[in-house]
């Protein structure tokens, strides 16, 4: 069963959206290196809800929308040093990376 973004304004969780800037010719290397992290280390992080990663479509950013049980499980991870090696991995390939943390605010659904 795969795990999506629970989009809930009642839910307190950490909600990541990560702007990478990236050449068009190495976003899809950037997206599969996120994956990778996603299933090799990401998913056993305490904390760890689920990632989604969208590609533009000019091929020059890459977003990551990724949820987290609390601020406190994503700063954890962040200090994690198998984490870390992927996430500086996945900055050699980005121009720029912009991660910020959100709270959901008002969903909306047909």
């Known amino acids: 069963m795969a795990v999506t973004a629970n989009i809930d304004t009642t ?3 950490a ?3 990560n702007v990478f800037t990236v050449a ?3 976003q899809a290397e950037l997206i599969a290196l996120l994956a990778r992290a996603t299933e090799e280390t990401m998913k056993r992080q305490p904390g760890f ?3 989604n990663f969208h590609a533009s479509q000019d091929g020059e950013r890459v977003i990551n929308y990724a949820q987290w049980e609390s601020e406190k499980h994503y700063r ?3 200090a ?3 984490a870390r090696a992927h996430m500086d991995r996945a900055a050699t390939i980005a121009t ?3 991660p910020r943390l959100y709270r959901v605010e008002s ?3 047909k």
């Open 96 to 98: 720029d990376v912009q």
């Open 49 to 51: 809800i689920c990632a």
């Open 11 to 13: 839910r307190t969780v």
């Open 80 to 82: 994690d040093p198998e």
């Open 76 to 78: 954890a991870m962040l």
């Open 107 to 109: 969903a909306h659904t």
């Open 15 to 17: 909600t990541l959206i």
């Open 24 to 26: 068009p010719d190495r």
